[in-house]
């Protein structure tokens, strides 16, 4: 009977062993990849959403920074600012970045 130094290995101790083995070695495999993609699309997921609150932020403050301090020329007229002075500025830029997107585009294969 083989021994491992101290007491004689039973079968029964030596399945349990194989049957453990054998199910650690399938989790490493499947569980563990699975866990990691999971939580690479969570992450993902989040910093996404993020970027979009900063964006959105971001171009409020804008509007708003341009709207106080670049364009206080354009002045108030029945007491409203007048905004459409910043959103036309904007409009004009988010347009030319589109317009460098649109002609830095490929192709798609099979149409030329």
């Given at each position: 009977m083989p021994t491992n130094g101290k007491?004689?290995?039973?079968w029964s101790d030596?399945?349990?062993d194989t049957v453990e083995?054998?199910?650690l070695t399938v989790k490493d495999k499947t569980t563990v990849p699975l866990q990691t993609a999971a939580r690479?699309?969570?992450y993902g997921l989040i910093v996404?959403?993020?970027a979009v609150i900063l964006l959105v932020a971001g171009i409020v403050a804008f509007v708003r920074f341009a709207d106080v301090y670049f364009?206080?020329?354009a002045g108030v007229t029945n007491g409203q600012h007048r905004v459409y002075?910043?959103?036309l500025v904007l409009g004009i830029v988010f347009c030319g970045a589109g317009f460098v997107c649109w002609s830095r585009r490929t192709p798609?294969?099979?149409?030329?």
């Open positions: 007491a004689p290995i039973s030596q399945a349990a083995t054998i199910v690479a699309i969570v996404v959403v993020l364009l206080g020329w002075v910043t959103y798609k294969a099979g149409k030329a």
